[in-house]
């Protein structure tokens, strides 16, 4: 595994800083735009997304795009904790780099190029709703 330079390394933590005020900001508006006085209470409380309860709170709107903007939340705090304990450029699948170019454009990616592609080939129907 690719030890990064703490340059690398910071660029990778601004990149998950970027990617997480985005969804915020994304997830409050939604809530705004409901116009629903539940929803305007929560979307006042988005910046406790580290706080589980408001988490699944937002889950329990049962707006898809909510639901989609906290598992992405969800994502980059994991992707922090590997970037903390060094083993962020460790793919889950293989064990090998996933890479700093691949890791600066997608900081929550667990899976190296080759894996990836296995994996979305394996499971490209896994959601697709059935009749």
């Known amino acids: 595994m690719t030890q990064f330079t703490r340059i690398q390394n910071a660029g990778l933590a601004y990149r998950l800083g970027e990617l997480d005020q985005q969804l915020r900001t994304d ?4 809530l705004l735009q409901s116009g629903d006085e539940k929803y305007l209470d ?6 406790d997304l580290g706080d589980e309860a408001v988490a699944n ?3 329990e709107t049962g ?3 909510i639901e989609r903007h906290v598992q992405e939340l969800r994502a980059i705090e994991a992707a ?8 962020i450029d ?4 293989c064990g090998d780099d996933i890479g700093y170019e691949r890791l600066l454009a997608y900081p929550v990616a667990v899976r190296c190029v080759v894996c990836q ?14 009749m």
């Open 42 to 47: 929560l979307a006042g409380r988005v910046h």
């Open 90 to 93: 460790r793919c889950v699948d």
């Open 117 to 130: 592609r296995r994996h979305e080939k394996t499971y490209a129907h896994e959601d697709t709703p059935r």
């Open 80 to 87: 922090r904790r590997r970037l903390a304990d060094g083993s």
């Open 57 to 59: 709170e937002l889950i």
């Open 63 to 65: 707006d898809e795009l």
């Open 27 to 30: 997830i409050r508006a939604a």
